[in-house]
């Protein structure tokens, strides 16, 4: 079956660094766009960056660009998310997502979701 393990969450001061993973299995990895989403205490989850099968086409939320970087290892079964120059705001579970052929900012066009990790970020 499907599984979708992310890592690499935790505790960092503002003005930090952290990269996610999240190491996918049970499917054709290289066939499938990826999602990063996140959720907030209190708030809706959100879209935070996708990249296509190969690796090519990437799109990030807007409060995003600059400062996280998604990227994948087809050979590993691995995307990432590099995240840089964090702030309180961005203190949220961060999910990855697969099931769709190409990348969309839509959850509920995502089959397949990992239990998420927690990024903390302190002032």
């Known amino acids: 079956q499907v599984q979708l393990a992310e890592s690499g969450g935790g505790l960092v001061q503002a003005g930090g660094s952290l990269r996610l993973s999240c190491a996918a299995s049970?499917?054709?990895?290289?066939?499938?766009?990826m999602g990063w989403f996140r959720q907030a205490p209190g708030k809706e989850r959100e879209f935070v960056a996708g990249?296509?099968?190969?690796?090519?086409?990437?799109y990030y939320a807007d409060s995003m660009k600059g400062r996280f970087t998604i990227s994948r290892e087809n050979a590993k079964n691995t995307v990432y998310l590099q995240m840089n120059s964090l702030n309180p705001e961005d203190t949220a579970v961060y999910y990855c997502?697969?099931?769709?052929?190409?990348?969309?900012?839509?959850?509920?066009?995502?089959?397949?979701w990992g239990q998420g990790t927690q990024v903390t970020v302190s002032s």
């Open positions: 990249i296509s099968w190969s690796g090519i086409s990437k």
């Open positions: 997502a697969t099931g769709t052929q190409g990348v969309v900012t839509d959850e509920r066009l995502y089959d397949y």
């Open positions: 049970g499917f054709t990895f290289s066939r499938y766009a």
